[in-house]
């Protein structure tokens, strides 16, 4: 069911890749709540992906960009504003990218090389884009940045690898940049720290099927899907959110406040009552 939230909202929506994608979600369901929005992703993903199909069904423009470029940046954010004739309201960062876990390189032997190229891409990015828009005056008053987190940049997560350090620097940017805009332009910058979600990037990590089952068996209200993601960022982009600024917002149906919850501890302790010997032996074999 549509309420019009984002009726007569301009915006651009960073990172649609597939139907997997939150920002797909997020892009469809903008486009049913009354928002007009461009489509900014790289040449590669585009070729990758289904863009344009989600570009027809929305009436989008797709404006391809390399997020770690300024000056592809600055293109996307000046072309919107023309399609546009004015500033945009709303924009998701939705970007994510660590040549460490694709190749199932540990944290404590990291290609340093990779590494940069995931703070660079995951979460530098993010500030090339505030800055960007800064410069060109290019979002209204009011208007909202979000961009999409991860419990990890607070907790220790296995497999996550390097990820969780440009999760914990994408938030803090969020912080800063929340500040500055805030006070000159009364514009939002939030995090959403969203539940584990099997898009296509989220599938890359290791033991993500297991990781997923946890938190479900954590959460009071079970993992958070890419849908009720995109709701939530389609409420932060509307007027309902106004004063809403500088926060990391958890959309994990609970599991950032659980320490243990029933279904949990039920299923450690069916593994406590096996033979000792047997899980000694999975463990050497894993």
């Known amino acids: 069911m549509a309420y019009n939230l984002l009726k007569g909202k301009k915006g651009i929506i ?87 876990v694709r190749k199932k390189r540990v944290y404590n032997d990291l290609n340093h090389d990779f590494f940069m190229k995931t703070l660079d891409i995951s979460a530098i990015s993010f500030h090339k884009m505030l800055q960007v828009a800064n410069k060109l005056d290019a979002i209204n008053e009011w208007g909202s940045v979000v961009a999409l987190s991860y419990i990890a940049a607070q907790r220790t997560l296995y497999g996550y690898n390097d990820m969780a350090d440009a999760k914990a620097l994408l938030e803090s940017i969020a912080r800063s940049f929340g500040y500055i805009y805030g006070r000159e332009k009364r514009i939002r910058i939030n995090t959403i720290s969203q539940s584990p979600t099997k898009t296509t990037a989220g599938s890359g990590v290791k033991g993500i099927d297991g990781l997923m089952d946890f938190t479900d068996r954590m959460s009071p209200l079970g993992n958070a899907t890419a849908d009720e993601c995109a709701g939530y960022c389609i409420t932060l982009f ?10 990391n917002l958890f959309h994990d149906g609970g599991f950032s406040s659980m320490g243990m919850s029933l279904k949990a501890m039920n299923m450690y302790n069916k593994s406590m009552s096996c033979d000792c010997d047997d899980v000694e032996e999975n463990i050497v074999e894993d």
């Open 14 to 100: 960073f990172g649609a890749l597939d139907e997997k994608s939150i920002a797909w979600k997020v892009a469809e369901m903008a486009h049913e709540e009354g928002a007009e929005f461009t489509l900014s992703n790289t040449q590669t993903a585009m070729r990758f992906g289904e863009i344009n199909q989600l570009a027809e069904k929305c009436s989008a423009t797709i404006i391809p960009a390399d997020a770690t470029s300024t000056a592809d940046l600055t293109r996307v954010f000046e072309e919107s504003m023309n399609i546009f004739g004015g500033k945009v309201d709303f924009v998701l960062h939705s970007i994510g990218m660590s040549l460490n």
């Open 238 to 247: 509307s007027d309902l959110t106004r004063k809403v600024t500088m926060q």
